[in-house]
């Protein structure tokens, strides 16, 4: 009787260790899948600010041709991109 107390404490003990040494591997898996989603997130994030710059220097580019057109009152074709890209440039610089 006496051994078969000490097999089960034994047997207790080994089950204690092995749900530990499971539930340590289990929390570290699940760290690395929070880090890796958390960098998948932050590289999502940075190519959508990408893409919104993007968007905002055409539009702005837009917005300078069309303020110069009217100004000058000339055809949109007859004004030249680099004057369009110097005045994007001053406006950048004054932000």
């Known amino acids: 009787m006496k051994e078969a107390d000490q097999e089960a404490?034994?047997?207790l003990r080994n089950t204690e260790v092995k749900s530990k040494e499971l539930e340590a591997k289990l929390l570290t898996?699940?760290?690395k899948k929070q880090e890796e989603l958390l960098r998948n997130t932050e590289l999502i994030i940075q190519g959508k600010a990408q893409e919104a710059r993007r968007e905002m220097n055409a539009e702005a580019a837009r917005?300078?041709?069309a303020a110069i057109v009217a100004t000058v009152e000339l055809e949109p074709k007859a004004i030249d991109d680099a004057l369009i890209e110097k005045a994007l440039k001053g406006l950048k610089a004054k932000a």
Do not use: F, T
């Open 63 to 65: 917005m300078v041709k």
């Open 29 to 31: 898996e699940a760290k």
């Open 9 to 11: 404490i034994q047997l």
